[in-house]
């Protein structure tokens, strides 16, 4: 006789908790929480998107923690073990967590459901360096699909659909009137979005970040990407002096002022821009990539690009 999913999961679970507390080095009896529906997610903004759709319908962990860049953080022993007694493992996907993808495949081989957000929401790929993007990295997807609040609205009614298909004891009802309401208030944001950017005029649409990062922002609002410091999809690469020389080139022909640049990283390779060009580049701060504690500027992804929408608009009008 085969024995139902659900038991399976339930024995993992109770097999992998009893490893997490052996690692973490507390032995102590499990208790009855350890039946409760479980979803893990990789980055903090996918994280608070599911946490708008679950609401308190099942236990939600999100594994990379406040201000940390998405590809770059790892897990621990701990962490790891949790992807494995999940019901249902979201993460970006698209090479962004560089150091945790090993682990959702291997959650994926365990028999875990897991979902790849970002190749489900159409995305794009990087554009060879003459178009703005990163040369070593062109025809390859894009991760950074958040930055546009289009594209989120419609995560949020996959990772809708997923939790109803494999998290088990859910309400589905409040699941989705929990998504709808979501996706309205991610309508509203696009509105706000466009009424923020109309002010920013045709001639000062152009963007220089600290690395390739808001491709899908720039197509959905109509602006142009000239370059980025490091030239590549992640801040793991590094520019060489060839790489800033042409985009020093590029800012004077498009005659760009303002390079922004992620919080959460240090400004010292955007600062060398303002040092190539006389003084005259100001770096704004942007919250690209991580969310930040709860009252902290985005502690919500609809903090966030409220305030990377304002941030820009005024930087980019600013003189």
Not at 55 to 64: F, K, R, S, Y
Not at 114 to 136: I, N, Q, S, W, Y
Not at 150 to 168: K, N, S
Not at 211 to 237: D, E, S
Request: charged fraction near 25%; hydrophobic fraction near 40%; glycine fraction near 8%.
């Amino acid at each position: 006789m085969r024995t139902p999913r659900r038991t399976v999961l339930r024995l993992r679970r109770l097999l992998l908790s009893l490893l997490a507390l052996a690692l973490a080095g507390t032995v102590t009896a499990c208790t009855g929480g350890d039946d409760r529906p479980r979803v893990v997610v990789t980055t903090n903004i996918l994280g608070d998107i599911t946490r708008q759709i679950l609401g308190d319908e099942a236990e939600i962990t999100v594994l990379m923690k406040p201000n940390a860049d998405p590809h770059s953080f790892g897990l621990s022993a701990v962490q790891a073990a949790e992807l494995e007694r999940a019901d249902l493992v979201v993460h970006n996907g698209l090479g962004l967590e560089e150091n945790v993808l090993r682990h959702v495949d291997a959650a994926r081989e365990a028999g875990v459901a897991t979902f790849e957000v970002g190749r489900a929401v159409d995305p794009l790929t990087f554009h060879p360096h003459a178009d703005g993007g990163p040369e070593k990295e062109a025809g390859q997807p894009d991760p950074h699909f958040w930055t546009d609040p289009d594209r989120v609205r419609t995560a949020a009614g996959l990772i809708a659909d997923q939790i109803v298909e494999h998290v088990d004891g859910v309400d589905t009802k409040a699941v989705r009137e929990n998504a709808a309401r979501y996706e309205a208030q991610l309508a509203d944001l696009t509105t706000w979005m466009e009424k923020s950017f109309d002010r920013v005029p045709e001639e000062r649409r152009a963007l220089v970040t600290n690395h390739h990062v808001f491709g899908y922002l720039a197509q959905r609002f109509g602006f142009r990407v000239i370059g980025a410091v490091i030239p590549g999809g992640t801040t793991l690469a590094s520019p060489s002096s060839s790489d800033l020389r042409s985009l020093t080139e590029a800012m004077r022909e498009a005659g760009v002022r303002t390079v922004f640049a992620d919080s959460s990283r240090p400004q010292r390779l955007a600062e060398v821009l303002r040092t190539e060009l006389g003084g005259r580049v100001r770096v704004v701060a942007l919250y690209s990539e991580s969310l930040t504690e709860k009252g902290k500027g985005a502690g919500t992804y609809l903090q966030m690009m409220r305030a990377n929408t304002t941030a820009m608009a005024d930087g980019l009008t600013g003189d």
